[in-house]
């Protein structure tokens, strides 16, 4: 059984304790990973504080800095395939799309290798004539870059790129449900060069682990991935030390299908927006929201499509939907579905889990539509079950996009100019695709809010989050201060 260690300070060593990880396909053990407890964990953000002070860090430029970023980034490129292997076996994720987002991953780095030398501090034409004034960017410290299971290396990418641009220190801990490729990440992390306890990787359970690394004294801010429960323990923990936070959390998306859309787009949209990944995503279009006259037509074409996909290993290229990653999902997504159908949603294909071994449950379609009340609707799977939902005016789908405490991401698929522009406006969400699904990039910032959390990652927004600002006031008169007791 292949075993994994943890990266704290520059070396790579064994945790406190350790546990056998799953694969999602089999349902069988196939590696044992380091499990950080208390004492790994203030071993890692000690590293981590005692290198941002250090002057191999704290005196490196910001254009050397870049180019650390340059060399990882192309360090990921080149293990690309090796990273996608090891996030399948250990996850699940279907190996067409970790080859493809791995690959893709590498530009983030390269985006902000690019931005370390352009954050810049500004003048303030002050308005006391002796006074020179002007701000500095100065990173805020010790990071906590928190990532869920599903789409690791990307998640890590879009905290670490910036956090490291800034000049800050990282310890990234990586989800207990599969974090092999981070931790092989680790190794690229050294042989790029960074200096020792710049960056620490180490991995382990909420209560010994996560809730231990928020509530440091040492850690200066936050970056989180995951779901609002844990997100709360996460805030609260950031009393201690009063850290600031960025959250990226769930979501239960509008994908808002107009009667004069292209419906066989839409539907491929759909498909991709909800069945791809298996559903695991932040921005799966969970909620289709579609004209009531063309609804039995574009449900018949996504069930068709649904009824189509290829379902199997995940390590096959052939797959188009693999396992979910834990069997806790799978009872999820079968609670919800069978509360749902109490309420009167209708069960159009799929629903329930697929016999044999492993974490396998079938692309799911439920039409709520008799049932606006019904729990799929607002409850997040984090599983290939899409709910659907008619409306007969755009005011109406306005409002049922916006019935939601979620506020991550949404879709509009219509031919009218006009309309789209007034949905782009209207619905309340961080990201609005319209006539399109599931497309990111290092460029476009990424978040929400509500309980889709706050911050931004990816683009100029991310790289804004890391340094704090410092104003400088320069006296310029070679006057004596005057009257000490009168502020100037």
């Known amino acids: 059984m292949q075993e994994f260690e943890q990266y704290i300070g520059g070396d790579f060593s064994k945790a406190s304790a350790k546990f056998e990880s799953l694969d999602p396909a089999t349902g069988t053990a196939w590696a ?18 005692a290198a941002f002070l250090a002057p191999e860090w704290a005196n490196m430029t910001a254009t050397a800095r870049g180019k650390l970023l340059y060399r990882l980034a192309d360090l990921v490129a080149e293990n690309a395939s090796e990273l996608a ?5 250990d996850t699940g994720k279907i190996i067409r799309e970790t080859s493809a987002q791995i690959a893709y991953v590498a530009e983030y780095y390269r985006y902000y290798a690019g931005l370390a030398d352009k954050i810049e501090g500004a003048h303030l034409p002050i308005d006391k004539p002796d006074m020179e004034v002007w701000l500095r960017r100065e990173p805020v410290g010790v990071v906590a870059a928190i990532v869920p299971w599903n789409s690791q290396l ?22 207990e449900e599969g974090p092999a490729p981070l931790l092989a990440f680790a190794r690229l992390v050294q042989e790029a060069g960074f200096p020792a306890g710049v960056v620490n990787v180490l991995t382990g359970f909420g209560p010994r682990c996560g809730a231990v690394l928020t509530s440091h004294p040492k850690v200066a801010h936050i970056a989180f991935t995951g779901g609002p429960d844990t997100a709360r323990h996460i805030v609260r923990g950031s009393a201690e030390n009063l850290a600031s936070t960025s ?32 559903g695991q995503s932040c921005v799966a279009g969970s909620r289709l929201v579609v004209a009531a006259s063309v609804k039995e037509a574009f449900l018949a074409k996504l069930k068709a499509k649904a009824e189509a996909v290829i379902i199997g290993a995940p390590d096959d ?13 799978v009872a999820r997504a079968e609670d919800i579905i069978a509360r749902s159908l109490a309420a009167g949603a ?13 974490h396998y449950f079938p692309p799911t379609i439920l039409d709520c539509s008799a049932a606006p009340d019904a729990p799929c609707l607002t ?45 782009i406006r209207g619905i309340r969400a961080g990201i609005v695709w319209v006539n399109t699904y599931r497309a990111v990039s290092p460029i476009a910032p990424f978040g929400g809010h509500g309980l889709s959390g706050h911050g931004r990652e990816g683009g100029l927004a991310a790289a804004l989050d890391y340094p704090r600002t410092k104003a400088v006031w320069l006296r310029t008169s070679d006057e004596p201060i005057p009257d000490p007791f009168v502020m100037r």
């Open 32 to 49: 044992l990973m380091p499990e950080a407890r208390e004492a790994d964990v203030n071993a890692a953000v000690e590293a981590a504080h």
């Open 85 to 89: 292997r090891l996030e399948t076996r």
């Open 154 to 175: 990307f998640l890590a990418a879009v905290k670490l790129g910036p956090a490291l641009a800034a000049g800050c220190t990282v310890v990234l801990k990586a989800s």
């Open 247 to 278: 959250l990226e959390l769930g979501g239960k998306s509008p994908f808002v299908v107009f009667e004069d859309a292209d419906l066989e787009s839409a539907a491929n949209a759909q498909v991709s927006g909800i069945f791809a990944a298996s």
């Open 317 to 329: 290229m052939a797959t188009e939907v693999g396992p979910l990653c834990t069997a806790a999902q």
């Open 346 to 358: 209708t069960l159009v294909t799929g629903g329930t889990r697929l016999e044999g071994a492993g």
């Open 379 to 423: 409850e997040e799977f984090f599983g290939p079950v899409l709910s659907a939902v008619s409306f007969e005016s755009e005011a109406e789908a306005l409002d049922i996009a916006n019935d939601t405490a979620f506020g991550l991401a949404s879709g509009v698929f219509t031919t009218s100019l006009t309309r789209a522009h007034r949905m």
